[in-house]
């Protein structure tokens, strides 16, 4: 068994919903909570700087609200994601806000400090960081992090290329703390399989973008219902850092998706060119095939739950 956190073993369901970059907002975060699932938004999403303030006074009254009406089913507890890079330089500002609110679960993300564990520790937060590859798993637990979220083939955005079998059976080998599994999970039967596999919870992303909360527009979440894994195309032009992005979206720019030119890690950015390039450019992961229509989120979590429970039934009669 894993050693969790206070924070995480208050879950009822595995999973936790990923930050994604100018769609999620206080509405889809609450409403993920609210589900039973983590959620989670990047604290860049909020512009002007200033604004991130209102929304976590938003998020934290209304999930307190939830809780005081509803003490049989509390919310899950909510994350905010920070980019760690030298192009944020809102870091210093936002974890201030961090702080200042005592946020349940930090996500780092391209790059792992210190100084921001110290930070959400300070009032007892805890700190998950994204990895691609078990080198960097050592480093971001050596630094002070306190889980991590292995990012694997098949996940939307930011995504590595190792196999989920590989990177958490090598992670598995030296640590024992809480992992949560990213890459192409969008229904029960992946969450269980995630667990089946050594991690604690499913990291789902790209499932939650075709939700009535999600601040999407609708061509994108509708091209998400539409389109399979063949949709994905695979690339580091848009912001310096290999994604997975919708095949449709980069033609809708003028570009062929089968023949993009290669870009380099110094020009990754994550300012207002990032927002614009994320704005034209749909990020997401490979599956999506599960996403048959655009639903309100407590919908998409109970289908979660769902086949999640349907899919252990399933194991426990092959057992006998």
Same mark, same amino acid.
């Not at 909510?78 to 996500?107: G, T």
């Not at 930070?119 to 798993?137: E, P, R, T, W």
């Not at 229904?187 to 992303?205: S, V």
């Given at each position: 068994?894993?050693?969790?956190?206070?924070?995480?073993?208050?879950? /009822?369901?595995?999973?936790?919903?990923?930050?994604?970059?100018?769609?999620?907002?206080? /509405?889809?975060?609450?409403?993920?909570?609210?589900?039973?699932?983590?959620?989670?938004?990047?604290?860049?999403?909020?512009? $002007? !700087?200033?604004?991130?303030?209102?929304?976590?006074?938003?998020?934290?009254?209304?999930?307190?609200?939830?809780?005081?009406?509803?003490?049989?089913?509390?919310? &899950?507890?909510?994350?905010?994601?920070?980019?760690?890079?030298?192009?944020?330089?809102?870091?210093?500002?936002?974890?201030?806000?961090?702080? /200042?609110?005592?946020?349940?679960?930090? #996500?780092?993300?391209?790059?792992? %400090? +210190?100084?921001?564990?110290?930070?959400?520790?300070?009032?007892?937060?805890?700190? =998950?960081?994204?990895? #691609?590859?078990?080198?960097?798993?050592? /480093?971001?637990?050596?630094?002070?992090?306190?889980? =991590?979220?292995?990012?694997?083939?098949?996940?939307?955005?930011?995504?590595?290329?190792?196999?989920?079998?590989?990177?958490?059976?090598?992670? %598995?080998?030296?640590?024992?703390?809480?992992? @949560?599994?990213?890459? @192409?999970?969008?229904?029960?039967?992946?969450?269980? &399989?995630?667990?089946?596999?050594?991690?604690?919870?499913?990291?789902?992303?790209?499932?939650?973008?075709?939700?009535? +909360?999600?601040? @999407?527009?609708?061509?994108?979440?509708?091209?998400?219902? +539409?389109?399979?894994?063949?949709?994905?195309?695979?690339?580091?032009?848009?912001?310096?850092?290999?994604?997975?992005?919708?095949? $449709?979206?980069?033609?809708?720019?003028? =570009?062929? $998706?089968?023949?993009? $030119?290669?870009?380099?890690?110094?020009?990754?950015?994550?300012?207002?060119?990032?927002?614009?390039?994320?704005?034209?450019?749909?990020?997401?992961?490979?599956?999506?095939?599960?996403?048959?229509?655009?639903?309100?989120? @407590?919908?998409?979590? !109970?289908?979660?739950?769902?086949?999640?429970?349907?899919?252990? !039934? %399933?194991?426990?009669?092959? %057992?006998?």
């Amino acid at each position: 068994m894993s050693k969790l956190p206070a924070v995480l073993q208050q879950l /009822k369901f595995p999973a936790i919903a990923s930050p994604l970059f100018i769609i999620s907002n206080p /509405k889809l975060v609450i409403a993920q909570c609210k589900a039973g699932v983590v959620g989670s938004m990047p604290s860049l999403n909020a512009r $002007p !700087a200033e604004q991130l303030e209102e929304w976590l006074i938003e998020i934290t009254e209304s999930l307190a609200a939830h809780n005081r009406a509803h003490p049989d089913r509390p919310a &899950a507890p909510f994350a905010i994601n920070q980019i760690v890079h030298k192009s944020n330089d809102r870091l210093e500002h936002d974890m201030a806000m961090c702080v /200042k609110y005592k946020v349940p679960i930090i #996500i780092t993300s391209l790059g792992a %400090r +210190e100084d921001v564990n110290a930070a959400a520790h300070s009032y007892g937060g805890i700190v =998950l960081h994204d990895i #691609i590859n078990n080198k960097f798993a050592k /480093k971001a637990i050596e630094k002070g992090a306190d889980g =991590l979220v292995a990012v694997a083939a098949g996940a939307g955005g930011h995504a590595g290329v190792k196999s989920p079998f590989a990177l958490i059976q090598e992670i %598995r080998e030296w640590f024992d703390g809480p992992i @949560a599994l990213s890459g @192409a999970i969008a229904n029960g039967g992946a969450i269980l &399989a995630a667990q089946a596999m050594g991690a604690d919870f499913a990291y789902i992303g790209s499932a939650f973008i075709a939700t009535e +909360e999600a601040r @999407a527009a609708e061509e994108y979440k509708q091209a998400i219902v +539409e389109a399979s894994s063949d949709d994905i195309v695979y690339s580091n032009l848009f912001t310096g850092v290999h994604g997975n992005y919708l095949a $449709p979206s980069i033609r809708n720019a003028g =570009l062929d $998706p089968e023949n993009l $030119p290669e870009s380099d890690a110094s020009k990754m950015n994550f300012g207002g060119d990032a927002k614009k390039a994320w704005k034209d450019i749909w990020g997401c992961g490979q599956g999506i095939g599960a996403v048959k229509a655009v639903v309100p989120t @407590a919908d998409l979590v !109970a289908r979660l739950q769902r086949e999640y429970e349907e899919a252990r !039934a %399933r194991l426990n009669l092959a %057992r006998h």
